[in-house]
Structure formats: structure tokens, C-alpha cells
């Protein structure tokens, strides 16, 4: 989905996007999901702890994830998208009706040109008894 979103200040034309990924089949608890987006941390619903890279097990509801995984992966999006792009990351997750990751992101930002800056300071020198001033003016803002 997408919502209309102010710019930044010196940016114009700004969105913000919200990406969602749902699966219905599994189910992170609560105390588990607080560490998901840490590195080298593995969930499964199916046990009694999550590990770290030091293979401790931290007793959260939620088990050990098996199958050769890194735990890399949660970690390098939340990176990207908080370190990248000022996003954030989130996930949900209720019993019995699965999980949902996702993340929010501003697009489409772009910084106004040094040479636009140069135009609208022209354009407001203008003479404002100038006919076409005004449109010049807001001409050129909307740029």
C-alpha cells in the first residue's frame, strides 16, 4: 500500500510504501520476535528457545530454527532497510493465523537541483508588477 507522505526538508515528491509478506502456517511468539532481526538468531515455533552465534539457548517460546539457516538473512533486510533507506521493519505473529514480516520506506524523494535552487531565487528577483512572475514562480516550484 502506499500513502501520501510530507518530504523531507530540501526534498520534494515523497511516498511512503508499506511491503508485507504473510504465511499462515507458522507462529513466532511474542518474546521472540523482540530478536528476530538480530544476526545469527533462529526461530522455530516448534521448540523451547532461540540460539545466538554462540549457540546459547535462550528459553522465548519459540525454538531453534533447523535446515542449515544462517540467521543472517531477517538481519541484512532490517540493515538495508533501516540503515539504506530510514525504514523501519516489523513482524506480527498470531497464534493459529501465522506471521507477517514487513517494512515501511519513503520513495521517490529527490533533492531539489542546484540549478532549480538558482531558478526559483531568479524568479523571485523578478519585478512583481511583472505579468508573468507569479506563474514563473510557481512554475518553477512545482519542478
Not at 520476535?33 to 545469527?40: G, H, K, L, P, T
Not at 533486510?77 to 525504514?87: F, P, S
Not at 506471521?99 to 523571485?124: C, E, I, K, P
Amino acid at each position: 500500500s502506499t500513502t501520501a507522505a510530507a518530504p523531507p526538508p530540501g526534498f520534494t515528491h515523497t511516498a511512503r510504501v508499506r511491503f508485507e509478506v504473510w504465511n499462515s502456517g507458522s507462529y513466532i511468539p511474542k518474546a521472540a520476535r523482540a530478536r528476530v532481526f538480530e544476526s545469527y538468531v533462529q526461530v522455530d515455533s516448534g521448540a523451547a528457545g532461540t540460539t545466538s552465534p554462540t549457540g546459547d539457548s535462550t528459553p522465548t517460546g519459540a525454538g531453534l530454527a533447523t535446515g542449515g539457516r544462517s540467521g543472517l538473512g531477517l538481519a541484512i533486510v532490517r540493515h538495508v532497510v533501516e540503515k539504506g533507506h530510514a525504514g523501519k521493519v516489523f513482524v506480527d505473529s498470531e497464534e493459529g493465523k501465522g506471521t507477517t514480516f514487513g517494512f515501511v520506506v519513503n520513495v521517490g524523494a529527490q533533492r531539489r537541483s542546484d540549478g532549480l535552487s538558482r531558478l526559483l531565487s531568479q524568479a523571485s528577483a523578478l519585478s512583481d508588477d511583472s505579468a508573468g512572475a507569479d506563474a514563473a514562480r510557481r512554475r518553477l516550484r512545482s519542478m
